[in-house]
């Protein structure tokens, strides 16, 4: 980046572990988007370097003072939504303790309901215990389905197709860009009421139901009827 610098006018940086050696040794303004969480430390040498700040979330960056707060995007454009019924519940992300996916399951068996799993298990140990023990156990192949990988076009058709994401988060994220990819396809968001969600969706009645109740979202599932998919999209 710094060998090619006079070709830029700003450089936009995406990775904070070289954001603060970068903008040290760059003669043109530099931003960095945060991308994760960041310590007090951390976040004070990258403001001695003069770079731009910017969080994705109020609730990602806490009380950094952060130069300004600009959320994840998606290409709504070139998303293609649907506003048939779905016939499926859809769960997408890392099999792990932080995306829920073994509440997403419970949530499917509560309200009788097929449920597609879209994500990879991962090679960490923690991840293959997690897979075996919470996941594993309940796929059958019928109601609760694993499928890990698929490409972008694909995955944007299972969204289509399905009733609700089911994206019931356990710990703080920064910007999901799931459930935002989901309503651009007219499809309805279940989900829990953690960071930044609540944050996220904060007026978004018929089309996304926060709770932490695994009960009320199963409840939910149950009526597909009462969520409007064109005030998803």
């Known amino acids: 980046v710094l060998k090619h610098q006079e070709k830029f006018d700003v450089i936009h940086l995406h990775a904070q572990s070289s954001a603060y050696a970068i903008a040290k ?30 969080g994705l979330t109020h609730s ?30 859809l769960a997408v992300g890392r099999l792990t303790t932080q995306k829920g996916i073994g509440q997403a399951i419970s949530i499917a068996k509560k309200s009788n309901k097929k449920l597609i799993i879209i994500g990879r298990i991962g090679i960490s ?15 059958d192949g019928k109601q609760i389905q694993l499928i890990e990988s698929v ?22 994220e920064s910007n999901p860009l799931v459930p935002m990819e989901a309503l651009a396809c007219g499809t309805p968001v ?19 139901l926060l709770s932490n109740d695994l009960e009320e979202l199963a409840e939910a599932a149950d009526h597909p009827e009462r969520f409007d998919r064109k005030t998803a999209r």
Not at 125 to 139: G, L, T, V
């Open 60 to 89: 990602q960056v806490g009380n950094l003072p952060v130069d300004a707060i600009i959320g994840n995007g998606i290409p709504t454009a070139a998303i293609s939504p649907s506003f048939k019924a779905g016939k499926y519940l």
């Open 125 to 139: 140990e923690d991840r293959q215990n997690y897979f075996k023990e919470y996941i594993e156990p309940h796929i």
């Open 190 to 208: 279940l989900g829990t009421r953690v960071a930044p969600l609540p944050e996220m969706f904060p007026q978004s009645e018929g089309a996304v």
């Open 151 to 172: 490409n972008r076009e694909e995955i944007y058709d299972y969204f289509r197709k399905a009733s609700f994401l089911v994206f019931p988060i356990m710990s703080h």
């Open 25 to 54: 040794g760059s003669h043109v303004p530099c931003i960095v988007t945060l991308h994760s969480g960041i310590s007090k430390e951390d976040f004070g040498q990258m403001k001695e370097s003069e770079l731009t700040l910017v």
